[in-house]
């Protein structure tokens, strides 16, 4: 059973989308921030603040590199993901991968309000036109890596049109 990949940016709908398609597809539901923060035994946050966003990368590639394809797993990638090393040629010969493409201006909606301090990418003193603007310049920087999914859609989807496209493209 293939696995299923969702990228995007932070806030795009990953774990919320994740959870709900593994629950009515019956695969196991991983989210590799999750992974990530058991393994290392701090959260993201702390992780960038002691070690520095280059040490997360390279740990955030081994974790991805550790899930084995065919392992029924819908996976939140973290959003970065896609963009380092070779991991999106990764996801795309381990699975389907599923881009959950959401505007700026919605992500910036969605983030105001969530805590913006479990952002680490984001300071919590950022003001909203240049968190907006932080957001545009990092899409802009991220889509060509994002755009190389084997499906592409909007991050307002649920769960049945998600099932829908997937058997369509057979993507399970």
């Known amino acids: ?12 709908g990953k774990s919320t989308l994740g959870k709900h398609l593994a629950k009515r597809i019956n695969y196991k539901f991983v989210d ?15 992780i960038f603040k002691h070690k520095g966003e280059d040490y997360f990368r390279v740990i955030e590639s081994k974790t ?15 959003g970065g993901v896609p963009c380092f090393f070779d991991n ?19 992500l910036l909606k969605r983030i105001l309000k969530s805590d913006i301090n479990n952002r680490p990418l984001i300071n ?9 603007k932080n957001l545009q310049e990092r899409c802009a920087y991220r889509l060509p890596f994002y755009q190389q999914a084997d499906i592409q859609i909007d991050g307002n989807i649920d769960v ?5 496209i997937l058997d369509e493209m057979n993507g399970l």
Not at 88 to 106: A, C, H, R, W
Not at 124 to 132: C, D, H, P, V, Y
Not at 160 to 164: A, I, K, R, V
């Open 1 to 12: 059973m293939k696995n299923i990949f969702l990228i995007g940016m932070p806030s795009s």
């Open 124 to 132: 919590k003193n950022t003001t909203e036109e240049s968190l907006l």
């Open 32 to 46: 590799m921030d999750e992974m990530i923060e058991k393994q290392e035994l701090m959260t993201v946050q702390e």
């Open 160 to 164: 049945e049109q998600l099932l829908w």
């Open 64 to 78: 991805l590199k550790s899930i084995e394809a065919n392992q029924a797993l819908v996976i939140a990638t973290g």
């Open 88 to 106: 999106m040629d990764y996801i795309k010969q381990n699975g389907t991968s599923v881009f959950l493409n959401v505007q700026p201006e919605d």
